[in-house]
Structure formats: structure tokens, C-alpha cells
């Protein structure tokens, strides 16, 4: 776009205008860049002790769009997913090289950690409600942000079981413990529970593998919703998965991103043949 | 509809087991070793099977009993002796009175609980929640911790009179006795709570993390409530060492049966040498003078341990339920 109107603009005017012409549009072009990408990350190389888990990964995610990360076992997805929170922060031996931004911000440098996990929301691979009632585990997050009126608290409660579909199934159940639900639903009570603190972005890893096809089915058509108020990035194994839900996709081999781009391209037409011998199914 | 539905299905698998049978079938003869097995190797089994279960009936049928021995024992010979003038408030050498002992035992009990519990509570919640996971310093708190409960209470008592008593002059007394016993106690609170908190599952701690909350308030909320149970039953066996304890209070706390003085002396009553029942029970027994009120002293004894372990269990459940 840029070299476009750097090369029409100077049969029409002077010179000087021109500069400044490209100046702006460049500057436009920014300010439209960082309004699509809500995270960045740049060169990004993660160790674990001696392991190389990440190598040299550049991606951005756009906002309010579903990006899926794809890739075999082991690829490092689920590592480069927990390093956008700072999640691997708790892990021993874990070392990180390069450059993560959330609107702009460097995610390691700029922002807290809690003021970080608050934006990025994660909901995990196993369900983990807390052992209190329904409201407590979604009260949790705003109780811990300094939400303490209890008109508020109940407004969020509400808002957020709405949001993740279930307000209906657990609105009689407030003060039951959440450990007696079922599977899908202790798990759309974790997304619940995630949108309760406002986040930007919500990172899902894995977060139906441990549940069954209905329960599945439930929480993919969530994340179909949830996009258009949230970023949202999530780690699969299924790719058909990755297909019905994601606008995007990165595919992960060995800690290395072999490809990324719009999931339709990805999966019909891939560039690399990696990726292709991936989304066939003739290994993973 | 299901025998309709069944059919294919069944057929499907039969032709897919076969297809896979005949490829297997082709490479490999079938293993013959189960031929040779001797008959009597199922016999041997048997008899193996009944002897053993013979051994862990016996082993239960003789604890039980053991236990029905000693308490019925204690209660054939304590309760014809139970009498009011064994509860009046002063003790004296005609009435022998367990009053005192058994106001000490709680006072007693309850100090080194509150000396004890944050310590060891706090400690464990650092080595787990705090200290980063698998370092050596934790390693090094760990097995100094196991020494430290395989420590026969005397040396305990041996160490208290030499720095309680006589370095810091407290004398014997409630206060050198209750430290005495908090020491004696911090690693079996340290050991349970760590347990306790080892066995929550980490993610509650991510979950807690996950959304923002700092580690103070994911450990108190997120991960203690889980723990409860197992560090209130670690408090109890804490509690029930404190109260059977004899050998390190004879050296700490002395042998005085009387209640401390609080109203009298104030803050003062806790540098007052006192006598917990079991000391109490120790010094009417190797006296020989009053046998029959022994025994009923430990009918008593029996009952507040019975006591405590009830209400301990009543509170476990409830933190369960919560």
C-alpha cells in the first residue's frame, strides 16, 4: 500500500508533499496494523532447562478472530499458548527470548504479571473448578481484582454464566458446590469464570479434549461467539476442530512454526509439504 | 431396531477381528506353554490365598482385641473409683484431686498449639507453595524435619530444661513445658500440612493464577481449603502427643498440681510450675499410694482423648463438606 502511493503520488504533486504523504499513510498503516493484531510475538525462544521448545516463533493474532494452533505432540504449542500469560513463568528452568506485545505493550516488561493473567484469560485441558459453590469460582477473579459490592459481584456472575451458555443450566445452583457438575458444563464454567475478570484475550488449551462430543459441540459453538467481544487463541489436537472454529492457523512442528496463515488456506491448499502431510492425516 | 442396529455392526467387527486373526495366525503358531502348567499350581495358589487371608484376619482380630483389653482394663478397675471428691478444685494428698491436672492439660495443650500450629503451618506452606519446587534447601528442611520426629520425647525434655529452664530462667513451668512441646510437635505438623498441601492438585494453583490472583491469595483461597482436612488431622495427632506426653514435661514443667495463677499474678501464672493429667497419672502411680485413683484418672484421660478425636473428626467432616 505503501509503495503504491509513494510511487503514484509524485506525477500529481511536489516532492516535499509526497514525503509527507508516505509518512502518514505509513503511520495509518501502523495504527491499522496494531488495531488488527491484539498480541504479537516476535522471535520468541523458550527453553526448558537445555530443551529448545520454541524456535525462533513470529506470529501476531488478530483481534476477534479464533486462531488455532495445530501440531503434533510435543510441537510446542501448548508452551507457546502459557507463554502469552506468563503461565510458564511457574515452571523451573524455563527461559524466554524475545518480544511479546498485547496492544503494543510488552506482555514481559510493561505490564504485571496478575494485570497480564487478568487481560489473558486461559481456560485449561482438564476442567478446574475450585472446590467452592458456583458463584464463589466465578466471584473469584473480580473479588481478587477489588470488586467487592455484592450488587456488582452478582451482576458479573450473572453476565458471565450468560456469556459462557450455561446461566440457564446453573442459575438454581448458585450456591452448590461446582465440583458436582458434569464435565462440560465445570468446563464452560471455567470460560465462565475467565470472562468474569473482563479479559481481551482468552487462550484455550486443549479445553475439549477431556470432554465428550455434545459437551464439544457446546463449548466450539461458544467460541464461535465469544469472538466477535474477544480475542481468542486455542490449542488442538483435532483438527477438524481447528476447521469448524478458527479463522486462522499456526501449524507447530518439533518448536519450530512451519506455517501460518488463514485456516481455509492452510487446510485446502498448504504450502509447506509438513504441513500438508499434517492436515491429511498421514502422521500426528 | 437394536437387532437391526446390531447386525452390520457385529458383522463389521467379526470380519475386522478375522482379517487381523489371519495375518497374526500366518507369522505365528499359537503359544502352547499353558499346557504344561502342573495342576497342583492352581492348589499352591489356594492354599497360598487361605493362609494369607488367615494371617490379616488374625492381625486385626488381635489389634482389636488388644485395644478392648487395655480400655476394658482401665475401665473395670477406673469407674467403681470415679468419685466427686476426685474433681474438687485443690488438690490435696487425701483427696488426690485430677482437677488441676486436667485444666493444666488443656492450658498446656492449648499453648504449644499456638506456638506449634503457625510455625509449622507457615513453614510447610513456604516449602511447598513458596520455595522453588525440588531445591535443596527444601530437601535439607525435609529430612531434618523427618529426624526430628523420630526423636524420643525425652531428649525433647532433656533440651528444654537445659535452655528453657535453666538458660533462660523460666524455671519449670507451663511456659517452658508448652515450648518444649511445640518443638516436639513442629515436625509432625510440618510433615502433615506438607502432605496435606502436596496432595491438592496443581491446578487449582493454575486456576488461581490463571486469573490474575496474586500467590498469597491463590494459596489462601484456591489451595487451603483443599488441605484443611489433612492439616486439622495433623493438629489432632499433634494434640494427642501433647496430652499423653510425660518424660519431657517431668523435666520442663515440673510436677506441682495446682493451676497456674493468671487471676493472681496475671501473665506472670505462665512462669507457675504445673501438672498435665498424664504427669499427674505417672507421679500417683510410681507413688503406689492411691492405685485405684490412678485408674480412674486414666478413665478420665481416656475420655478427653476419646473426646478430642470426636470432635476432631466432626470438624474434618465439616471442612470436607464445605
Keep these: 500500500m505503501n509503495d503504491n ?13 509526497t514525503e509527507l504523504d508516505s509518512l502518514v499513510s505509513l503511520e495509518i498503516e501502523q495504527e491499522l496494523d496494531s488495531a488488527f493484531s491484539k498480541m504479537e510475538v516476535n522471535n520468541l525462544n523458550l527453553y526448558y532447562g537445555e530443551f529448545h521448545a520454541l524456535k525462533d516463533v513470529s506470529l501476531s493474532f488478530p483481534k476477534n478472530e479464533v486462531t488455532a494452533l495445530i501440531g ?50 486461559m481456560v485449561f485441558q482438564q476442567p478446574n473448578p475450585f472446590p467452592m459453590s458456583v458463584y464463589d469460582n466465578i466471584a473469584f477473579g473480580p473479588r481478587t481484582h477489588g470488586i467487592k459490592k455484592h450488587a456488582d459481584l452478582d451482576e458479573i456472575v450473572e453476565q458471565s454464566l450468560r456469556r459462557a451458555a450455561i446461566w440457564d443450566e446453573l442459575k438454581d445452583r448458585l450456591k452448590k458446590s461446582a465440583l458436582g457438575l458434569s464435565g ?12 468474569a475478570v473482563q479479559p481481551e484475550v482468552l487462550l484455550l488449551d486443549e479445553s475439549t479434549s477431556a470432554l465428550d462430543p455434545i459437551s464439544t459441540a457446546k463449548i466450539e459453538e461458544l467460541v464461535s461467539e465469544l469472538k466477535n467481544d474477544y480475542t481468542v487463541i486455542m490449542v488442538t489436537h483435532n483438527m477438524m476442530q481447528a476447521l469448524r472454529v478458527s479463522d486462522k492457523t499456526a501449524f507447530f512442528l518439533l518448536g ?23 492436515v491429511s492425516g498421514r502422521f500426528g | 431396531m437394536m437387532g437391526k442396529n446390531d447386525t452390520p455392526l457385529e ?17 505365528m503358531p499359537p503359544i502352547s506353554k499353558y499346557d504344561n502348567v ?6 499352591s495358589v489356594r492354599i497360598a490365598s487361605l493362609v494369607m487371608r488367615g494371617v490379616v484376619y488374625l492381625g486385626a482380630i488381635v489389634a482389636t482385641a488388644v485395644l478392648l483389653l487395655i480400655v476394658g482394663y482401665i475401665l473395670i478397675n477406673g469407674v467403681p473409683y470415679i468419685t466427686p471428691s476426685l474433681f474438687e478444685w485443690e488438690y490435696t494428698s487425701e483427696n488426690v484431686s485430677l482437677m488441676p491436672a486436667l485444666i493444666d492439660t488443656v492450658l498446656m495443650a492449648a499453648c504449644s498449639l499456638i506456638i506449634a500450629v503457625p510455625i509449622g503451618v507457615g513453614s510447610a506452606v513456604y516449602l511447598v507453595e513458596y520455595a522453588p519446587r525440588g531445591s535443596r534447601f527444601v530437601r535439607i528442611v525435609r529430612i531434618t524435619t523427618e529426624t526430628l520426629q523420630g526423636i524420643p520425647s525425652i531428649i525433647y525434655g532433656l533440651f528444654g530444661m537445659l535452655f528453657f529452664v535453666t538458660a533462660l530462667h523460666w524455671g519449670l513451668s507451663l511456659l517452658s513445658g508448652a515450648c518444649t512441646l511445640a518443638i516436639m510437635i513442629l515436625p509432625t505438623i510440618m510433615r502433615t500440612t506438607e502432605e496435606a498441601l502436596l496432595a491438592v492438585p496443581d491446578s487449582y494453583r493454575e486456576g488461581g493464577f490463571g486469573l490474575g490472583a496474586g500467590r498469597l491469595r491463590t494459596v489462601m483461597r484456591c489451595v487451603m481449603p483443599s488441605a484443611a482436612p489433612g492439616i486439622t488431622s495433623g493438629i489432632i495427632l499433634a494434640l494427642g502427643r501433647c496430652v499423653g ?32 493429667l498424664a504427669v499427674h497419672m505417672y507421679v500417683l502411680a510410681s507413688e503406689g499410694l ?7 484418672t486414666a478413665v478420665v484421660l481416656l475420655v478427653v482423648v476419646t473426646v478430642l478425636n470426636l470432635a476432631a473428626n466432626v470438624a474434618i467432616k465439616k471442612l470436607r463438606k464445605d
Excluded: W
Design chain 1, 5 to 17: 502511493g509513494a510511487a503514484v503520488l509524485p506525477s500529481k504533486t511536489e516532492p516535499s508533499r
Design chain 1, 72 to 121: 503434533p505432540s510435543g510441537c510446542g504449542k501448548s508452551t507457546l499458548l502459557k507463554t502469552l500469560n506468563r503461565m510458564n513463568d511457574l515452571v523451573v528452568g524455563c527461559r524466554v527470548d524475545g518480544k511479546i506485545t498485547l496492544d503494543g505493550e510488552d506482555a514481559y516488561r510493561d505490564i504485571s504479571v496478575n494485570d497480564l493473567r487478568r487481560r489473558v484469560g
Design chain 1, 184 to 195: 462440560g458444563q465445570q468446563q464452560r464454567l471455567c470460560i465462565a469464570r475467565a470472562l
Design chain 1, 256 to 278: 519450530d512454526m512451519v506455517e501460518f496463515g488463514n485456516t481455509d488456506e492452510l487446510f485446502t491448499n498448504p504450502v509447506d509439504p509438513r504441513t500438508a502431510d499434517y
Design chain 2, 11 to 27: 458383522l463389521s467387527a467379526v470380519g475386522a477381528t478375522g482379517a487381523a486373526g489371519a495375518n497374526a495366525v500366518g507369522n
Design chain 2, 38 to 43: 502342573s495342576p497342583r499350581h492352581n492348589m
Design chain 2, 245 to 276: 506426653e510425660v518424660a519431657a514435661l517431668l523435666f520442663t514443667a515440673g510436677t506441682i498440681a495446682q493451676i497456674p495463677n493468671f487471676v493472681g499474678q496475671g501473665a506472670f501464672a505462665f512462669l507457675d510450675s504445673c501438672r498435665t
Design chain 2, 290 to 296: 492411691h492405685m485405684n485413683e490412678t485408674y480412674a
